[in-house]
């Protein structure tokens, strides 16, 4: 008997995960998700949860087997780089060993069953490290910082392995990606809404950590979309994606501050050594000609319109 295609889904409740199961259903797939029971269960319809958690791998092998997907979506993680610092154990199984467990139970599906299985590992442009060139390619050394970067790295290097072994694993190296459903102990979108707060006279200052460093943020909806792509591409490989342009932590609050009208911002903004990290990479700017050649994927919007549409969604939120 025929049916659709299915698909499952770690880390749904996270702005990744919603899009992904948004963009996901909206294409007639069936969403089978992974959730903690702590987890808010992903808010759309549609989606089946299953309760459990990716590091109790015999639970989600089981899962895996009863399942059958056909394609497998890798988004659970510890996502803080900083509180990667404070729990370097959990980020390395959770983040590392963790993905590669879920690898194995589905290359074992594939086995069993005889239909191909493809699995998108959600990477990061942090397995790169502190690059010596930017913009950052598919062939730049992966040279961790931190222990995010770290166990990221292994997932990524376990992606490899399950495809030399035979199944459809992609890795997609992301570079920031954000949006409105960024929580705010992400840079952006503290900045977007302590922005929003001033702008209608809820908060005074804006207080940072490192503001030269400089990142390529792109809109969270496209690098979702690259995630599709890559996962029903001919060829399982390493991705690049990312918008190619660069701009310092000043910039984005700068451009921020300037959207929402507030131009004595620079007497706002304020920096506090506790939101500085022990490493910190300066230039992450990755090149995704891979990605725009092999998926036909790229970039819809860039930076000031991002910068534009996470301010007005927090204003929005703060004035309704
Ligand atoms: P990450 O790249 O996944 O760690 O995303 P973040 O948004 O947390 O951090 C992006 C960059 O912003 C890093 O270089 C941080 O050091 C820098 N940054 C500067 N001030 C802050 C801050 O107050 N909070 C956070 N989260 N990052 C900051």
Do not use: C
Not at 7 to 21: E, H, I
Not at 50 to 71: F, S
Not at 164 to 174: E, Y
Not at 220 to 239: C, H, K, L, Q, T
Request: proline residues 5%; glycine residues 6%; hydrophobic residues 45%.
């Amino acid at each position: 008997m025929s049916r659709g295609l299915r698909a499952f889904v770690t880390g749904a409740s996270g702005q990744d995960g919603s899009y992904l199961t948004e963009q996901l259903l909206a294409a007639g797939a069936e969403v089978h998700a992974l959730a903690t029971p702590d987890e808010p269960v992903p808010a759309v319809d549609g989606v089946e949860v299953h309760v459990g958690d990716l590091l109790d791998v015999e639970r989600v092998r089981d899962l895996v087997t009863q399942v059958a997907p056909d394609e497998v979506y890798n988004l659970a993680a510890l996502s803080s780089v900083a509180r990667s610092w404070e729990r370097p154990d959990v980020t390395a199984r959770l983040n590392g060993t963790a993905a590669a467990a879920l690898m194995e139970s589905a290359w074992q599906l594939q086995q069993r069953t005889g239909r191909v299985v493809r699995f998108v590992q959600a990477s990061s442009a942090e397995i790169f490290g502190e690059p010596d060139r930017a913009p950052q390619d598919e062939h730049t050394p992966i040279r961790p910082l931190n222990p995010y970067g770290a166990a990221k790295s292994f997932a990524h290097l376990s992606a490899h392995v399950y495809r030399q072994r035979g199944l459809h694993a992609t890795s997609v190296i992301l570079y920031n990606h954000e949006s409105p459903r960024r929580p705010r102990q992400f840079v952006t979108r503290k900045i977007t809404s302590t922005v929003a707060e001033i702008a209608l006279g809820r908060a005074e200052t804006l207080t940072l950590g490192n503001l030269d460093a400089r990142r390529d943020w792109g809109w969270a909806p496209d690098y979702v979309d690259a995630m599709v792509r890559a996962a029903r591409a001919e060829m399982a490989s390493d991705f690049v994606i990312a918008t190619g342009v660069g701009h310092s932590v000043r910039d984005f609050a700068a451009a921020a501050f300037s959207h929402a009208g507030v131009t004595d911002w620079e007497d706002r903004l304020l920096v506090d050594e506790a939101f500085v990290r022990p490493a910190d990479a300066t230039e992450l700017v990755g090149d995704a000609s891979r990605a725009r050649r092999l998926l036909d994927w790229a970039p819809t919007v860039a930076f000031e319109d991002l910068v534009g549409r996470m301010v007005d969604a927090d204003l929005g939120s703060l004035s309704g």
